[in-house]
Protein backbone atom coordinates (compact mmCIF):
# COMPACT_ATOMS: atom_id res chain seq x y z
CA UNK A 1 0.00 0.00 0.00
CA UNK A 2 1.34 3.47 -1.04
CA UNK A 3 0.55 5.05 2.44
CA UNK A 4 1.85 2.52 4.27
CA UNK A 5 4.75 4.25 6.45
CA UNK A 6 7.43 1.27 5.71
CA UNK A 7 7.07 2.16 2.02
CA UNK A 8 7.61 5.98 2.10
CA UNK A 9 10.79 7.35 2.70
CA UNK A 10 11.63 9.35 5.75
CA UNK A 11 14.36 11.85 5.88
CA UNK A 12 14.89 10.52 9.43
CA UNK A 13 16.20 7.41 8.52
CA UNK A 14 17.81 8.33 5.97
CA UNK A 15 21.61 7.37 6.00
CA UNK A 16 24.76 8.39 3.62
CA UNK A 17 25.45 4.76 2.83
CA UNK A 18 21.91 4.95 1.25
CA UNK A 19 23.95 7.58 -1.51
CA UNK A 20 26.03 7.18 -4.23
CA UNK A 21 27.98 10.13 -3.49
CA UNK A 22 29.15 8.65 -0.33
CA UNK A 23 30.43 5.65 -2.00
CA UNK A 24 31.95 7.93 -4.83
CA UNK A 25 34.04 10.29 -2.28
CA UNK A 26 34.55 7.20 0.11
CA UNK A 27 36.39 5.85 -3.44
CA UNK A 28 38.24 8.91 -4.48
CA UNK A 29 39.44 9.85 -0.70
CA UNK A 30 40.68 6.02 -0.39
CA UNK A 31 42.22 6.33 -3.99
CA UNK A 32 43.87 9.89 -2.73
CA UNK A 33 45.01 8.40 0.36
CA UNK A 34 47.12 5.27 -1.25
CA UNK A 35 48.65 8.23 -3.49
CA UNK A 36 49.59 10.13 -0.45
CA UNK A 37 51.15 6.98 1.28
CA UNK A 38 53.05 6.40 -1.78
CA UNK A 39 54.66 9.90 -1.49
CA UNK A 40 54.82 9.99 2.12
CA UNK A 41 52.26 12.45 2.77
CA UNK A 42 49.74 10.66 4.96
CA UNK A 43 50.58 12.33 7.70
CA UNK A 44 50.70 15.63 6.35
CA UNK A 45 46.81 15.04 5.58
CA UNK A 46 45.35 14.57 8.52
CA UNK A 47 41.64 15.86 7.55
CA UNK A 48 41.48 13.62 4.43
CA UNK A 49 37.89 12.32 4.82
CA UNK A 50 34.91 11.53 2.44
CA UNK A 51 32.00 13.41 3.16
CA UNK A 52 28.88 14.85 1.43
CA UNK A 53 26.68 18.18 1.36
CA UNK A 54 23.39 18.79 1.83
CA UNK A 55 22.03 17.75 -1.23
CA UNK A 56 24.10 14.09 -0.83
CA UNK A 57 26.77 14.88 -3.68
CA UNK A 58 30.19 13.22 -2.84
CA UNK A 59 32.47 15.41 -1.21
CA UNK A 60 36.31 14.87 -0.30
CA UNK A 61 37.46 17.22 2.26
CA UNK A 62 41.38 17.52 1.81
CA UNK A 63 41.62 20.21 4.88
CA UNK A 64 44.34 22.47 5.98
CA UNK A 65 48.10 22.28 5.58
CA UNK A 66 51.02 23.43 5.94
CA UNK A 67 52.81 26.13 3.49
CA UNK A 68 55.69 23.28 3.18
CA UNK A 69 52.61 20.15 2.66
CA UNK A 70 51.22 22.36 -0.33
CA UNK A 71 54.41 23.52 -1.63
CA UNK A 72 55.07 19.75 -2.18
CA UNK A 73 52.41 18.54 -3.20
CA UNK A 74 52.35 21.30 -6.12
CA UNK A 75 55.68 19.64 -6.81
CA UNK A 76 54.70 15.83 -6.86
CA UNK A 77 51.83 17.58 -9.29
CA UNK A 78 54.66 19.48 -11.84
CA UNK A 79 56.66 16.21 -12.00
CA UNK A 80 53.43 13.73 -12.33
CA UNK A 81 52.54 16.45 -15.36
CA UNK A 82 56.02 16.65 -16.56
CA UNK A 83 55.94 13.06 -16.97
CA UNK A 84 52.87 11.96 -18.24
CA UNK A 85 53.05 15.31 -20.76
CA UNK A 86 56.43 13.24 -22.00
CA UNK A 87 55.07 9.64 -22.33
CA UNK A 88 52.42 11.34 -24.31
CA UNK A 89 55.07 12.99 -26.88
CA UNK A 90 57.25 9.82 -26.85
CA UNK A 91 53.41 7.61 -27.75
CA UNK A 92 52.97 10.21 -30.11
CA UNK A 93 56.76 9.84 -31.46
CA UNK A 94 56.57 5.82 -31.75
CA UNK A 95 52.75 6.29 -33.43
CA UNK A 96 54.18 8.72 -36.43
CA UNK A 97 57.40 6.75 -36.82
CA UNK A 98 55.04 3.43 -37.07
CA UNK A 99 52.66 5.19 -39.70
CA UNK A 100 55.63 6.67 -41.99
CA UNK A 101 57.27 3.30 -41.45
CA UNK A 102 60.03 4.22 -40.11
CA UNK A 103 62.59 2.85 -37.14
Same mark, same amino acid.
Given at each position: ???????????????? #???????? !??????? %? &?? +? @?? $???????????????????????? #???????? !??????? %? &?? +? @?? $?????????????????????
Amino acid at each position: MRDDATDRHDAATWSP #LDSDGWYA !ARNATTA %L &RD +A @LI $SAGLEKDFPYLRADLNAFGHGLVE #LGRVSPAT !AERLAEL %L &RL +A @LA $SGLQRLEESSDETDEHRTGKD
